[in-house]
T-cell receptor
Framework: DQQVKQNSPSLSVQEGRISILNCDYTNSMFDYFLWYKKYPAEGPTFLIS?????DKNEDGRFTVFLNKSAKHLSLHIVPSQPGDSAVYFCAAASGGSNYKLTFGKGTLLTVNP | DADVTQTPRNRITKTGKRIMLECSQTKGHDRMYWYRQDPGLGLRLIYY???????NKGEISDGYSVSRQAQAKFSLSLESAIPNQTALYFCATSGPGQGTGYTFGSGTRLTVV
């Protein structure tokens, strides 16, 4: 049973526009959520996170929104740039310091110049 | 030097062979993890270790074993490799608190023929 779901395998947007990547989760024990970005031939790198006590976290062009009642989070990238083209993984955690991350399947974002 | 180093970067091996993937980290963290990535399946947890004396199975541990030789070293072994273990393998480490989640290595691409 997949606890973290990214239902869109791919997304294509134009440079300068907004990219919205979505993620749903089923486990109500998750209390921390993260987005990772992965380029080919590299490991995933941390992008942005949000605690379940918040509904929004912003870092430059990246904003993550959390809707706990819907068990849904989204990553907004504004404006999108060609260098943002990568696979984006949504991840969720529970268990405090000794946690392990559960990942979604990823969404391939392509930003066209 | 990278925070998390995985060796080898690429490996082709034959069915039935034993193979070890190595991981070392310079972050000084206690927690280490092994994930595998398959196309369309995202990142799935194989084994994890919260300290040197702690080893835990993840969701797909069958056919794998691990050794935590020191705080900085966590190796993954395939006792008798089979073709469906062909995948991209990632090692990761995390510090106290959920913070930025994991720091990943660059991955080992393993092909079993």
């Amino acid at each position: 049973d997949q606890q973290v779901k990214q239902n869109s395998p791919s997304l294509s947007v134009q440079e300068g526009r907004i990219s919205i990547l979505n993620c749903d989760y089923t486990n109500s024990m998750f209390d921390y959520f993260l987005w990772y970005k992965k380029y080919p031939a590299e490991g995933p790198t941390f992008l942005i996170s949000i605690s379940s006590i918040k509904d929004k976290n912003e870092d430059g062009r990246f904003t993550v929104f959390l809707n706990k009642s819907a068990k849904h989070l989204s990553l907004h990238i504004v404006p999108s740039q060609p260098g943002d083209s990568a696979v984006y993984f949504c991840a969720a955690a529970s268990g405090g310091s000794n946690y392990k991350l559960t990942f979604g399947k990823g969404t391939l974002l392509t930003v066209n110049p | 030097d990278a925070d998390v180093t995985q060796t080898p970067r690429n490996r082709i091996t034959k069915t039935g062979k034993r193979i070890m993937l190595e991981c070392s980290q310079t972050k000084g963290h206690d927690r280490m993890y092994w994930y595998r990535q398959d196309p369309g399946l995202g990142l799935r947890l194989i084994y994890y270790s919260f300290d040197v004396k702690d080893i835990n199975k993840g969701e797909i541990s069958d056919g794998y074993s691990v050794s935590r030789q020191a705080q900085a070293k966590f190796s993954l072994s395939l006792e008798s490799a089979i073709p469906n273990q062909t995948a991209l393998y990632f090692c990761a480490t995390s510090g106290p608190g959920q913070g930025t989640g994991y720091t990943f290595g660059s991955g080992t691409r393993l092909t079993v023929v």
